[in-house]
């Protein structure tokens, strides 16, 4: 039986429909199902104040619902993002959660990682150039492949009126990302994953 990994996953996009939302959906049913010994936990983002170091050592390091965010990192064994892109580079809410939980100490730190984009005809792309650089200053360890660009809107269709993720093909390329980020996930922590 495989060790259990814990994965943080977040959404750069707050759309109720997001197909990125829709992306980690798709990654939480992979991991009930198609993959042993991993489990992802959906991390709402969506109501973390904008960084302010005004709001810091007010009585506690952080606002409860950043220290909360930040507790949820720390917790987890890797990170999955699903990184829409916004003007080419990442979207302002993901950037916001990024840089809270850097904040000293950063608990990014050490951790491995894994990328996802859905978009237009880069497929999000760019997005994840720029989460990578932010990365390397943040100590994350991204997995370098395989890459998870999807082109969402070319037929077939992706995803339904929901933003779930319906194309097969495309849950099966992002299993191959999710059983990358477990094995990597195990090789930084010193496990063999046989």
Do not use: C
Not at 99 to 110: E, F, I, L
């Amino acid at each position: 039986m495989a060790p259990l990994i814990k994965v943080a996953a977040l959404s750069g996009s707050l759309r109720k429909a997001s197909y990125h939302s829709g992306l980690i959906r798709a990654a939480i049913e992979l991991s009930k199902g198609a993959i042993e010994g991993i489990e992802i936990n959906f991390i709402d983002i969506s109501d973390l104040p904008m960084l302010n170091t005004d709001l810091e050592n007010q009585g506690t390091p952080y606002p409860p619902r950043v220290e909360a965010f930040r507790q949820e990192i720390l917790q987890a064994d890797s990170v999955l993002f699903a990184s829409p892109e916004y003007n080419y580079s990442v979207t302002a809410p993901l950037k916001n959660a990024i840089d809270w939980a850097s904040r000293p100490p950063n608990v990014w730190a050490g951790k491995a990682a894994a990328i996802v984009s859905a978009g237009g005809n880069f497929g999000g792309g760019r997005s994840q150039y720029h989460l990578r650089q932010i990365g390397v200053y943040i100590d994350l360890h991204f997995i370098n492949k395989p890459e998870f660009f999807l082109f969402a809107f070319q037929p077939p269709p992706k995803f339904n009126s929901d933003g779930d993720l319906i194309d097969e093909e495309s849950k099966n390329k992002l299993k191959q990302v999710l059983l990358s980020l477990q094995a990597f996930t195990l090789r930084l922590q010193g496990i063999s994953s046989a």
